[in-house]
Structure formats: C-alpha cells, structure tokens
C-alpha cells in the first residue's frame, strides 16, 4: 500500500429525505459530522454515490455516501475504491450496530457482518473483509417490536439531543484513524457515551 493513497470513509445508509433521521443511517450522519467539521460539501459522483474530498493532517480522505439502498451499499463501495485507488486497507464503513447502546462506538478491523446486511454487500462485491468497521450503537427494539421497524424509526427525542456529542466522537476517532492508526482510534473511540 502507497502511502500517499486516500482514505474512504463510506458511511452506510438509506437515500432520501424519509429515512434521513432513522437509525439505520447512522452511517451517513457520522460522514455528514465530518464533513462539516471540513466545511466540505457532498457532491454527487457517477449516479450511486456522493462524495466530499477532505484533508485531515494533510492526508487526503473521500467521505461517500453511498445512494443505493444500504442493503446494496457494497457495489458503489467498490467502484468508489476502483475510481479513486483506495485499497481496501484504507476503507472505514461507518454503520449502525444492535449489538451496542446507543452512544456506544467501536472500530474493529475485519470480522463477520452480524446480521448487518449493507455491511454483507461490501464483504461480498469485495470478497474480502479486511476493512475496518466504526460501528454506531443504536441498541436493540423494545420487546415486540422487529428489528426492520426499529432500524427505520427516528431516532428518540433523548437520543437525538446527545447525538451531537456522540457524533463529535465518532468523527474524533475517525481523524485519529487517519493520523495514527486503528490502535490509537480505538482507544480514543471505544468509550460510552
């Protein structure tokens, strides 16, 4: 791996104004932090995906959100890696997890999707799962409720007011990732809220 190729920082979510505030694109508000935090603004490239071109430390990083629905998130990934010479070393999928509370953030390299269906797609288009994952708690559904509603509800109104914080260090860990590596990003990440 070159030292001097880019970073991509794929947040994973659902397109459209409905689904912008749910659970399940948690990955595309963490993306939308950063980018912010850059003042850079989303563009659209090719008809799957948006993407904003940030430096962080001078190292050059690609924020995409991928406009396909999140269960089909692996082919704009892929083609996004193509276009811009990223190796998979250097993809970070931003994406929702059950398995955590909400505020609860972890980096993990590799590993299985568990049960995650946008993170199955990018395994799958790009035969491997040697990328390194944040993922976001959101919690488990109350009793009686499927995990398909929970994902696509709104975030709750408690949730929503600490979002700022947990979003600030999502977007703190993904900076130290690209200036000091995946150690150093756990470290600062894998707290709770």
Same mark, same amino acid.
């Given at each position: 791996m070159t030292t001097d190729a880019p970073w991509l920082i794929a947040g994973l979510g659902n397109p459209g104004p409905w689904f912008r505030r749910t659970r399940h694109n948690a990955g595309? #508000?963490?993306v939308d932090r950063l980018a912010g935090r850059h003042g850079a603004r989303f563009r659209r490239r090719g008809i799957a995906t948006l993407v904003a071109?940030?430096?962080?430390?001078? +190292?050059?990083? #690609? @924020? /995409?959100?991928? @406009?396909?629905? =999140? *269960? %089909?998130?692996g082919r704009p990934v892929a083609a996004l890696l193509r276009r811009y010479g990223v190796p998979v070393e250097r993809l970070v999928v931003?994406?929702?997890? %059950?398995?955590? /509370?909400?505020?609860v953030g972890k980096l993990k390299r590799g590993g299985g999707p568990g049960g995650h269906n946008g993170v199955r797609s990018v395994g799958e288009v790009l035969g491997?799962?040697?990328?390194? !994952? %944040? !993922?976001?708690? =959101?919690? !488990?559904p109350p009793k009686g409720q499927?995990?398909?509603d929970y994902v696509l509800k709104t975030f709750s109104e408690d949730e929503l007011a600490a979002m700022p914080g947990v979003l600030d260090r999502c977007a703190d860990a993904l900076e130290t990732l690209v200036r000091l590596g995946? *150690? +150093? /990003?756990?470290? /600062? #990440? *894998?707290?709770?809220a």
């Open positions: 595309f #508000l963490t071109e940030i430096t962080v430390d001078g +190292r050059p990083v #690609l @924020l /995409a959100k991928p @406009l396909w629905f =999140i *269960n %089909l998130s931003v994406q929702d997890d %059950l398995d955590f /509370a909400y505020g491997t799962r040697d990328f390194v !994952r %944040l !993922r976001f708690g =959101i919690g !488990r499927s995990v398909g995946l *150690n +150093r /990003a756990q470290d /600062a #990440l *894998n707290v709770t």
